[in-house]
């Protein structure tokens, strides 16, 4: 058994045809440090149980945030708001931005330190109506292309704050052997602090990449 992933059952939703055999991360597998992560990430599967079925979309798009980046919910200490991304590494950390749109986020640190790696896109792979309703009928390749998108997307909310995504339970992360993308860095997006650090990762040549063309090439 490899050691990044462990084994779980079989996803009912997902034809005998074509079911992959998708793993659960394992805690001991993750890079220990935000940026390493952010890179670890790209390729792996988001699953999302839902009442209606299972959607599961694979990584192409993240972003890391430091504990000593202005940029980062974390830096001026912990808060009711913030305390999840304090966790141990792999719990999930999940806030409204502007009152609108919801942003899904793994901590990444020894628990204590506040960092963490923000989801920024997924390439729909199965419960894709699933995910259709949740945003309205939405094109395919624009499901969860973008933070705010992805969430929607996959019905997440504060109700998940804190969730581990290395355990069993209505949002974990996985990998199926086939996440060996080329990945391209660039500056983050949408930022007014530490606009300039380069700490967005892609999935190269992907469509359901976020952001202008000159960052997504």
């Not at 806030?95 to 506040?114: D, H, K, P, R, V």
């Not at 969860?144 to 704050?161: E, I, M, Q, S, T």
């Amino acid at each position: 058994m490899s050691i990044a992933c462990v084994m779980t059952e079989s996803l009912p939703e997902i034809s005998a045809r074509r079911a992959p055999r998708i793993r659960r991360l394992s805690r001991r597998a993750l890079p220990r440090d935000t940026v390493a992560l952010a890179r670890f990430l790209i390729g792996k599967l988001v699953v999302r149980e839902l009442p209606g079925g299972t959607a599961i979309g694979r990584i192409v798009e993240t972003e890391a945030y430091l504990a000593d980046d202005a940029a980062c919910h974390a830096h001026r200490g912990m808060t009711p708001r913030n305390r999840s991304l304090f966790l141990e590494a792999g719990h999930a950390y999940v806030y409204l931005c502007y009152g609108t749109s919801y942003m899904l986020n793994m901590s990444s640190e020894s628990a204590g330190i506040g960092a963490g790696v923000l989801l920024r896109a997924l390439e729909p792979l199965h419960g894709i109506e699933l995910m259709r309703r949740a945003r309205k009928g939405a094109a395919i390749a624009a499901l969860a292309r973008g933070p705010g998108r992805l969430a929607a997307a996959l019905k997440v909310d504060r109700r998940l704050d804190g969730v581990d995504l290395l355990s069993p339970g209505p949002l974990w992360i996985g990998c199926d052997g086939r996440g060996n993308l080329d990945i391209g860095q660039s500056v983050r997006i949408g930022l007014t602090k530490a606009a300039d650090a380069r700490l967005r990762f892609f999935a190269r040549g992907s469509p359901y990449v976020s952001g202008p063309k000159r960052l997504r090439p």
